[in-house]
């Protein structure tokens, strides 16, 4: 899922806005694997790369760009790989649960794509909490 924060009016600076977004995800355990820095715009690629992560589905990376100028911009980010995560869920509740019956498989396969799902919607929402935390406190 993406989302879009534009901002306009104020004086944000980016850079330091920028550097809070990647302090947080160090701060919660993700491996900055893109940082490009330009005049106008900031492009950052986080990744948790646990095998329990990817068998779970749980928010496995997260893309943010800010871009513009300090007093109009624009915020994106993605979290995780929803359609791969759901694909992974599902199949390893089938696979872990096919050896006992097959409806339970299923189960297990959509209750694991669910909790994929609202791990990565609470994420989300907590990572643009922070992000608009930011923005006011840097906007002079």
Do not use: C
């Amino acid at each position: 899922m993406t989302k879009l924060l534009h901002i306009e009016g104020g004086n944000v600076d980016l850079a330091k806005l920028y550097g809070n977004v990647k302090n947080f995800l160090v701060g919660e355990r993700f491996k900055i694997v893109k940082d490009d820095e330009t005049e106008k715009a900031y492009h950052l690629r986080a990744v948790k790369t646990q095998v329990t992560r990817i068998i779970v589905g749980a928010v496995r990376d997260v893309e943010v760009i800010i871009a513009g100028d300090p007093n109009n911009f624009a915020v994106i980010v993605l979290v995780g790989a929803w359609g791969k995560n759901l694909a992974i869920s599902a199949t390893t509740g089938f696979v872990v649960a096919s050896t006992v019956a097959a409806p339970a498989a299923l189960a297990v396969g959509s209750v694991a794509a669910a909790g994929s799902y609202i791990t990565a919607r609470m994420f989300e929402d907590r990572i643009l909490g922070e992000i608009e935390s930011k923005i006011d406190e840097l906007d002079s």
